[in-house]
């Protein structure tokens, strides 16, 4: 090899880590996590920390690995769960009790209660746009009472809304509904809705969030 190519492998070896550190760095402002950018990458950990710090210059392999990692390929970040707490209690003063709601989220019963009960600090991303879909459905709508179990499961549910003193989703702010800390400025007062809510059921994707071990909804809502 001459010293001219070998120059302009060594510049393009250069420029490819460059182009690593770089993409690391963008995925690290995305909120990947130096561990989460390994695992997709196949690497350690600490290779991609020293990378991204310039402590290490990257292997021809480990940069193309790293430059092919996208953020969609990484886990989302939990995030707070309190306004999803609001939302379930919300829905909760319509008449929508845990089970119910579970059903239409497609996650397990055991899940929501521990939501509505604040047992919850973070909740995955996933789970937490399941809840709000179906608090936009039903927030005005009161829960059906076609048939005697139905009625006995919205009488609990406003039952227990009455005693938490929870507030309807009319009171809430949407604006600051899932600013962490965010409390409604009024408690539980009657209502009653725009009509009977709808049944819902989670897309095909979600149904498997409805199944497996009780442990694995425990990490959906941030138990775990």
Do not use: F
Request: proline fraction near 8%; include cysteine; charge should be positive.
């Amino acid at each position: 090899m001459t010293a001219r190519a070998e120059d302009r492998l060594i510049r393009a070896a250069d420029g490819r880590g460059r182009s690593a550190r770089d993409h690391v760095r963008r995925l690290r402002q995305d909120g990947g996590s130096y561990r989460a950018i390994a695992a997709a990458a196949g690497v350690g950990p600490m290779t991609v920390h020293g990378i991204a710090t310039g402590q290490r210059t990257p292997t021809p392999s480990t940069a193309t690995a790293l430059l092919t990692v996208t953020p969609g390929a990484l886990p989302r970040p939990r995030i707070d769960a309190g306004g999803t707490r609001l939302r379930l209690r919300a829905l909760h003063v319509m008449g929508h009790g845990s089970a119910r709601i579970a059903r239409a989220a497609g996650a397990s019963d055991k899940t929501i209660r521990k939501l509505v009960r604040g047992d919850a600090k973070t909740i995955s991303p996933r789970l937490c746009e399941a809840i709000a879909d179906v608090y936009d459905a039903w927030w005005d709508k009161r829960s059906p009472e076609r048939t005697p179990a139905e009625r006995a499961a919205a009488t609990a549910a406003r039952r227990r809304a009455i005693a938490g003193n929870w507030c309807a989703g009319a009171a809430l702010d949407d604006d600051k509904l899932d600013v962490p800390g965010y409390r409604p400025p009024q408690g539980w007062k009657p209502a009653t809705g725009t009509g009977p809510a709808t049944d819902m059921r989670p897309p095909a994707r979600d149904h498997q969030m409805e199944l497996g071990p009780s442990r694995r909804h425990d990490r959906e809502a941030g138990i775990a």
